[in-house]
């Protein structure tokens, strides 16, 4: 199986004897161990699924904001990740609280049985909601773990996974945009999954691969809103930085412009430049909020004022750490102005939306999943109510301590600790429980990183990010409504997926924060790898398997280096011009694209546009590429080493000519397998039927150019005259522009089949 | 597998819905011959439905929902802008005296707008959002739900009237998810529409420049329906299949896309608020486009309000006028529903920082094909709390519900004749019979 083989990936049964016991005591209830399908029941899936009561009657109060807040017993809303393990531990510690000859204080509490409740008598002893709680107490005491509560090799037990040599393509591709060499083939060939690591490990050192990890960084903190111009500079503070436009001494003026558009661009990603240094120096990944330093490049050093050696002072890529002039007190991310200034603040907003987004890109959690609740605003009548109103403190408990922790960098994202210190009508700057030192208010945000590093839900956040850059899927959310008829099947899905993300995440932080150990367990995965399932899913097995299997349409980055790795040529106007794909002139954003400003959501499946967009693409590529590369050598060629651009299938009586057949046959097997993936038997169908398509069109052609219907030149710009990167002239003997026999435009239609085929335009 | 089985499924994995061959079944199949039937597409003519995301929480008190100062010096002031005495009307329609003719800034701009469309236009007062998250505010205005898992009402719309159009449900913004009911499209620099519509030629103005000739195109167009009833027998992954069948119901319709073209203007506009309008507009007339998002932002004006809030506003108002006369231009004004809301209303106090915060009260307005004009309904205090309501008579009564978004949305989706059908069905609005309040008769 393809990760984490030095942990276990499944729990283990305890206690048979639990589990007799407990189907005694309150079988009547169907609370039993086991359903009565003998399925086990955890602890963890009673108190989701049967002891409701925690969450629909006690959390209301009984949260960190809630009316309840000073008791001992405090519960996680089911919004936050986790909550079902921090409430087992909460319910497990309280359990043994007893008020002498009255019983245990979560009974005998909400039913007000000798003792007062603050929230008064909420049900009797007679009721669903007691006896729920009488049944996970006796669990307490007799926990229930059941074999094989998350059993990887029975859910995938049908499902087909892609083998060494598949899953080497696809990682490629995701990673690096490119296609494997043969000799990355032959290291993995045959010789399990885990011989992929070496590969992806050299394939985690070029440049293509950082150039991909700024994308999935790009697509959260989305500082290419900046790139343009000198946008990320004009929002800095000149008197911070006194030579923040350095290259307006530049005499040049096409040098001004370059040195301007670089040092605005390091400035604009040094949050994205921050992960990919961490990440290529192989450090602990929760620098990217402990760093004491910033990332820079040598010219976003000069704008900053910064003086680093750099091995290559015009390289506009390289990157080197150095810290900001005036002592800065640097914590990674958390620190950097433009990051900041992304997710601005006011007055009144006060870090809020800062903190919220680093619960979300850090922690795991959406905190707006907390404002779900609805707030009547005729019940906020009371002074300060996100300190005191419950309608408000559901979130503002969780992010005001952490919005304080960031206190000292103001609306435009600039260290500038406040002089009258911290707003006194919020809560004390910190993150959880914990507050920050006084002593340490000034740097507060790297106390605040520190204790953000130290957290499961660190290592949980970046498996999450890299399982939605590499496979394009947001990862699920649990279900909660019980009443529906999919609930299993769909919390079984969410269960596979989280028990692989938590178990990754554990390998990560046990491998020291290492990110690539992320990368190289998410692609060895079921879930990277997942092909085919056996045989067609039954209707009661559907929600279980929604999930399995990536097929991701590819966004515009992935589809535009695909195009490139596939034919050699880049589908753009002309070598210097921009992708299509990627210019927000042509197709980017019709293509789902973002701009990281007002569009910060992928399209993530297909409209009439983008299937407009694919088929274009098709079509322009196959005219670009197919006589370009019938004009080089065999040896040379990426497309069509097999087979002559003039070989006829048939001779001028309709004759078969079978060599002929052999070779375009064998082509077709070879451009199945370098544009599509697909490992093809010479008689497979999928050959026959693109045979059939070359030979049709050839035989329409042939009589068409026989009638002077069509034309025995190839269209204009088709035709392979002129070396496509330089426009020199190509040597006259390897020019093509005739297609007498139309052969290259049989060929071209192949090449349109193939480049606007499913299997193409996803992964 | 049953489609409203796979719906729910699709929409938890978070997957479009668009072919129904991965139910199990293939509709496209003649019952009798087992013969592929032509896909079943036809240019839409229906209403267009237009919902207007003023993204940030407006502040309606400075609009349509007006409250001035009693006095200049009042402390307790919501607006320090104007005074209650001023307030206009236009028919029944109160209306903030802002940009009135005496303030040369704005030239007047309310009044004549107001002046101009009172008529179509219906207000809504005293809208409890229940929520001060930017999030949950606006998927509340714009789906009658406030927590997650509803699509947006245009979603929903374009969904019912044709999801096979090439540009059902047009987005520029705002609270546009779509549950898998739809593709979603976005438009970017019209100026490579053509290309796009012609993807078949070189030159899009040129019918000859084609790539391949007509033969080699039809049989190219035979070799993919081939190959994708083989992918569809052999991919047995439900997510695989629904992403095959995305791809080639994606293809059914894009020939439409040319259509597109003779219908946008040959100089678009340089605003940008116009120029959604402008392509929205033109892809309904060309027959692929059921309902658009439109967006606006920057009014989340916490800080120096009446300085941001007010132009904003005016803006809005703008976009809202240019939409009207595109419409006319297009001839199609008599089919078009406009539906205008925020995430929120602004709290009837200023902050330090003379700005307003977030107050989860607020209003919608409603335009348009199906829309009483010159009304309002519901009604806020002068704390600009919500007055409750008779759903019948919509008099304020202490006795009455309050005015929630998911009233709105139902009588929206009872208008476009959605509430019953299988994608309402689906997303219920839960409205118990006492507050089936029936906005526009």
Not at chain 1, 468 to 487: F, K, R, S
Not at chain 2, 225 to 237: D, F, I, K, Q
Request: charged content about 25%; aromatic content about 10%; proline content about 5%.
């Amino acid at each position: 199986m393809g990760w984490s083989h030095t942990k276990p990936r499944t729990k283990h049964v305890v206690g048979k004897l639990a589990l007799t016991a407990f189907a005694g005591a309150s079988m009547s209830l169907g609370l039993a161990a086991c359903e009565g399908n003998g399925k086990c029941v955890s602890n963890a899936e009673f108190l989701r699924t049967k002891a409701t009561v925690f969450q629909e009657r006690c959390v209301t109060c009984h949260n960190s904001s809630g009316a309840a807040k000073e008791t001992k017993f405090i519960l996680e809303r089911s919004a936050v990740p986790g909550y079902i393990d921090a409430n087992l531990r909460t319910i497990g510690d309280l359990a043994s609280y007893y008020k002498e000859d009255a019983g245990k204080l979560l009974l005998i509490k909400p039913t007000q049985d000798g003792v007062d409740h603050g929230g008064g008598k909420l049900f009797d002893k007679k009721s669903k909601e007691y006896e729920q709680i009488v049944a996970m107490l006796e669990r307490v005491d007799n926990p229930v773990e059941c074999e094989d509560e998350v059993n990887f090799g029975e859910y995938f037990a049908d499902v087909e996974l892609l083998d060494e040599e598949a899953t080497l393509r696809k990682a490629s591709l995701a990673l690096v945009g490119r296609l494997p060499t043969q000799d990355e083939y032959e290291q993995v060939r045959g010789l399990g999954i885990d011989s992929l690591d070496p590969v992806l490990d050299a394939m985690m050192e070029e440049d293509r691969f950082f150039t991909r990890l700024g994308e999935w960084y790009n697509d959260l903190f989305l500082t290419d809103r900046y790139v343009g111009g000198t946008e990320a500079l004009d929002l800095l503070y000149a008197e911070n930085y006194p030579s923040l436009y350095w290259f307006d001494a530049t005499s040049s003026e096409a040098l001004r412009d370059q040195q301007a558009r670089w040092s605005n661009i390091g400035a604009a990603r040094s949050a994205v430049n921050l992960v990919k240094y961490v990440v290529d120096n192989d450090l602990p990944f929760t620098e990217v909020l402990t760093a004491d330093y910033m990332v820079f490049t040598p010219y976003s050093a000069k704008s900053f004022g910064v003086s680093i050696d750099f091995d290559d002072p015009e390289d506009p890529n390289e990157l080197k750490a150095g810290k900001l002039p005036g002592d800065y007190p640097h914590a990674g991310i958390l620190s950097d102005p433009i990051w900041n200034i992304r997710f601005p603040t006011t007055d009144t907003n006060r870090n809020r939306h800062r903190a919220r987004m680093i619960y979300r890109f850090f922690l795991a959690t959406d905190i707006l999943r907390l404002a779900e609740r609805p707030i009547d605003p005729t019940n906020i009548a009371d002074h300060n109510p996100t300190m005191n109103n419950e309608n408000c403190t559901a979130c503002h408990a969780a992010i005001d301590p952490m919005a304080g922790a960031m206190m000292n960098f103001d609306s435009m994202g600039q260290y500038s600790p406040p002089e009258d210190g911290w707003y006194p009508d919020m809560r004390v700057p910190g993150f959880k429980d914990l507050t920050v030192p006084f002593d340490q208010f000034a740097t507060a945000h790297q106390w605040l990183a520190q204790q953000i590093a130290d957290e499961e839900l660190f290592s949980v956040s970046t498996v999450q990010t890299v399982f939605t850059g590499l496979t394009g899927q947001a990862v699920m959310y649990e279900p909660n409504d019980t009443n529906d008829p999919d609930y299993t099947g769909k919390h079984k899905a969410f269960e596979i997926q989280d028990a692989l993300i938590k178990d990754i995440a554990a390998s990560f932080a046990e491998e020291k924060s290492n990110f690539k150990v992320v990368v190289r367990e998410l692609i060895k995965s079921e879930f990277f790898r997942a092909k085919n399932a056996r045989d067609p899913i039954p209707d009661d097995k559907a929600a279980e398997y929604i999930s399995v299997g990536t097929a991701q349409f590819l966004p515009p980055e992935q589809l535009t280096r695909k195009i490139e790795a596939v034919t050699g040529y880049p589908w753009r106007q002309s070598p210097t011009s921009t992708d299509y794909l990627l210019s927000g002139n042509e197709y980017r954003i019709f293509f789902g694209g973002i701009d990281s400003d007002s569009i910060t959501e992928r399209i993530r499946e297909p409209n009439g546009i983008m299937a407009n967009i694919a088929t274009r693409m098709s079509n322009e590529m196959a005219c670009r590429t197919t006589a370009r590369d019938f004009s080089n050598e065999p040896p040379d060629r990426l497309l069509f080493p097999f087979v002559e651009p003039d070989a006829q299938p048939e001779d001028d009586n309709g004759n078969a000519i079978p060599a002929v057949i052999d070779a375009i046959k064998a082509n077709i097997q070879y451009l199945h397998f370098h544009v599509l993936g697909e490992k093809l038997e010479l008689d497979d169908p999928q050959i026959d039927r693109t045979y059939a398509l070359f030979i049709d069109v050839w035989k329409d052609g042939k009589t068409g150019i026989a009638a002077e219907t069509y034309d025995g030149n190839l269209p204009g710009n088709c035709r392979a005259t002129n070396d496509w990167w330089t426009g020199n002239p190509l040597p006259e003997e390897r020019q093509i522009s005739a297609d007498p026999d139309y052969t290259i435009r049989a060929w071209m239609g192949v090449m349109t089949y193939l480049l606007s085929d499913y299997r193409f335009l996803h992964e | 597998m049953d489609r409203r089985k796979f719906i729910s499924l699709a929409a938890f994995a978070g997957l479009g819905v668009a072919s129904p061959r991965v139910f199990g079944g293939d509709p496209n199949r003649d019952v009798l011959t087992g013969k592929r039937k032509e896909p079943l597409f036809a240019t839409y003519d229906g209403t267009f439905y237009v919902m207007i995301n003023a993204l940030g929480g407006w502040d309606p008190t400075s609009l349509c929902d007006p409250k001035g100062y009693k006095t200049p010096d009042d402390p307790e002031a919501l607006n320090r802008s104007y005074a209650t005495s001023d307030i206009l009307s236009a028919g029944n329609i109160n209306y903030a005296p802002l940009g009135n003719a005496v303030d040369e800034g704005y030239d007047g701009y309310y009044q004549t707008w107001f002046e101009k469309h009172y008529q179509r236009l219906m207000v809504l007062n005293g809208v409890d959002t229940a929520t001060n998250g930017h999030d949950s505010g606006i998927r509340h205005c714009m789906c009658g739900r406030l927590a997650e898992g509803f699509p947006s009402f245009g979603a929903l719309a374009a969904a019912s009237a044709g999801k096979e159009l090439p540009m059902s449900y047009l987005s520029f913004g705002g609270y546009d998810e779509t549950m898998g009911l739809v593709a979603r499209t976005r438009s970017g620099n019209t100026n490579a529409l053509a290309r796009i519509a012609y993807p078949d030629r070189s030159d899009p103005n040129n019918e000859e420049s084609v790539f391949h000739s007509q033969a080699a195109s039809d049989r190219i167009a035979q070799a993919q329906a081939e190959r994708r009833e083989h992918l569809e027998s052999v991919e047995n992954l439900p997510r695989t299949r629904h992403m095959i069948g995305m791809l080639y119901a994606a293809r059914t319709g894009s020939n439409e896309l040319k259509k597109l073209q003779e219908y946008l203007p040959d100089m678009l506009s340089g605003n940008g608020n116009e120029r959604q309008a402008q392509v929205a507009l033109a892809a309904y007339k060309a027959g692929i486009c059921a309902s658009v998002n439109m967006s606006i932002g920057g009014f989340d004006t916490h800080g120096n309000h009446d300085q941001s809030q007010i132009p904003r506003l005016v803006q809005l108002l703008q976009m809202i006028d240019f939409l009207w006369q595109e419409a006319e231009n297009q001839g199609v004004a008599d089919k078009m529903t406009v539906l205008v809301g925020s995430d929120f209303g602004r709290t009837p106090r200023y902050n330090d920082g003379n700005g307003k915060d977030h107050w989860s009260v607020t209003s919608m307005m409603l335009m348009g094909k199906g829309i009483p004009g010159n009304k309002v309904i519901g009604a806020s205090d002068d704390g600009h709390n919500p007055k409750k309501i008779n759903p019948s008579t919509f008099a304020v009564d202490e006795g009455g519900i309050r005015l929630e978004p998911r009233h709105v949305h139902k009588s929206l989706r009872r208008l476009a004749g959605i509430d019953d059908n299988e994608y309402g069905r689906q997303f219920p609005l839960a409205i118990p019979d006492d507050e089936d309040i029936r906005l526009f008769g």
